[in-house]
């Protein structure tokens, strides 16, 4: 069973900074690669980090260099610390396991959730004001 739990979303003004956490269960980590999603209003779900059980990561480009994903194994975390805001980030923030016979490193497009397993937890909201 994976348990799934965010928390570090707020409300910035553009140009600031916050760090998202995700507290995963141990299952999660030995088994899959991990990744942050995001969704905003009236909007499908998209990709925005993702990293591999080596540390290796992957972002998509709308947040390259602003963004980074870490984990810490030893407490079963993800982060996502988010520098440089822009509104256009406002979404609710998920973290996900990540299907690791797809993803590559370096490259954003192969962060996907492993097919089946519909695993979230219940997000955190990120608001960035102009």
């Known amino acids: 069973q994976v348990k799934l739990v965010e928390s570090g979303g707020g409300s910035v003004q553009s140009g600031g900074s916050l760090r998202l956490s995700c507290v995963a269960s141990e299952y999660t980590y030995i088994t899959y690669c991990m990744g942050w999603f995001r969704q905003a209003p009236g909007e499908e779900r998209e990709a925005v980090a993702g990293?591999?059980?080596?540390?290796?990561?992957a972002y998509v480009d709308s947040v390259k260099g602003r963004f980074t994903i870490s984990q810490d194994k030893a407490e079963n975390t993800l982060y996502l610390q988010m520098n440089s805001l822009k509104p256009e980030d406002t979404a609710m923030y998920y973290c996900?396991?990540?299907?690791?016979?797809?993803?590559?490193?370096?490259?954003?497009?192969?962060?996907?959730?492993?097919?089946?397993?519909?695993?979230w937890g219940q997000g955190t909201q990120v608001t960035v004001s102009s």
């Open positions: 996900a396991p990540v299907d690791p016979f797809l993803f590559s490193p370096d490259n954003g497009d192969t962060i996907v959730t492993v097919k089946g397993l519909n695993y």
């Open positions: 990293i591999d059980n080596a540390g290796r990561t």
